[in-house]
């Protein structure tokens, strides 16, 4: 499916309505463009090749117009000097080659070949399984490499989880293990904590491990990397987040609400390091209180952690024995 300028215009109306309860939008158009996709009203890349398909965007062009006009929020914008980046971008991508990537992958995979999907965005955006209304339009967890390739579920060997060694979380939405102390602070200088698209800081915590158990089973994961482990270098104490109080009980399962007016995390705690792991290769040098950190995640999660990542380069990737 194409993103229309318009697209992105309604993205800014409607957040703009949304006042104090906005989601935290990239404003790139990209929720709007699921909407007429589930609406079936959307323009997609093969829609290029047809002769109609410019009088197909006018008409959803004027319609967008109109549903703009309706927020009644004050959006300026000149249609037709987007158009012009927009057209010519569709010229540039009418130069490449158009395939039908279904059967493209069916016969990778009568080849014999392998298929690496990388996922966008983290499991608790996801559209049914996220912190909805806080959620993209999407699938990100692992089944969405058998909705967006037409993969079928049977052909999907491993699932490699990449979790960071404490939580993050960008724009709007419920965060139990939010910190706004010091600790918060620091996490976010040192591990350099900013939107990959928007540029806006993320919010840090501790580990949530009920969330993540989540996660790995919803998206069946089989291998568990860890990321930014240095970041945690000189913290005397680490706590992970190992259940919730939710109305008067203590569970241990992700909830269909976590507000902090329905939530408290229970926290176990742990020694800290102060190790530079940024200058270490190998597993066995590794400080006696990560590798217990570690042990106890593995144990808890019953999935293995087959990497650790000790730095932002591609050396600092210490496989575990």
């Known amino acids: 499916h194409l993103i229309l300028p318009t697209h992105r215009l309604l993205d800014a109306a409607s957040e703009a309505s949304k006042g104090k309860a906005k989601i935290g939008s990239t404003l790139k158009g990209i929720g709007p463009t699921y909407m007429d996709k589930t609406g079936r009203n959307g323009i997609r890349v093969g829609d290029l090749e047809l002769p109609d398909w410019k ?66 965005q983290g499991s608790l955006l996801d559209i049914d399984f996220g912190t909805y209304p806080f959620v993209t339009s999407s699938n990100t967890t692992a089944a969405g490499a058998c909705t967006g390739l037409g993969i079928a579920p049977n052909q999907i060997k491993e699932v490699f989880g990449i979790f960071k060694a404490y939580t993050t979380r960008v724009g709007s939405g419920p965060f139990p293990t939010e910190l706004f102390d010091e600790d918060g602070e620091e996490m976010a200088r040192v591990g350099q904590e900013f939107g990959a698209v928007t540029g806006r800081p993320r919010r840090c915590g501790w580990l949530d491990l009920v969330a ?10 089989t291998q568990l990397m860890m990321m930014k482990s240095d970041v945690l270098s000189g913290f005397k104490t680490l706590k992970v987040a190992t259940a919730y109080k939710y109305k008067g009980e203590t569970i241990e399962h992700l909830p269909f609400n976590i507000e902090p007016e329905n939530v408290e995390p229970i926290y176990t705690s742990f020694k800290g390091w102060s190790e530079d792991l940024t200058k270490m290769s190998e597993a066995s040098q590794l400080p006696k209180a990560l590798n217990d950190y570690i042990d106890f995640l593995e144990k808890e999660l019953e999935i293995p952690i087959t990497i650790v990542s000790v730095g932002p380069d591609r050396k600092q990737t210490i496989f575990m024995d």
């Open 55 to 120: 009088e197909k965007y006018r008409a959803l062009a004027n319609k967008h117009e109109a549903m703009i006009a309706f927020y009644n929020v004050d959006v300026q914008y000149d249609l037709e000097e987007m158009e012009v980046e927009f057209f010519d971008a569709i010229e540039r991508l009418k130069e490449l080659q158009f395939i039908d990537s279904e059967a493209y992958l069916h016969q990778a995979l009568r080849d014999g070949k392998t298929i690496l999907a990388e996922g966008a």
């Open 212 to 221: 993540l158990k989540y996660t790995c089973r919803v998206n069946g994961v």
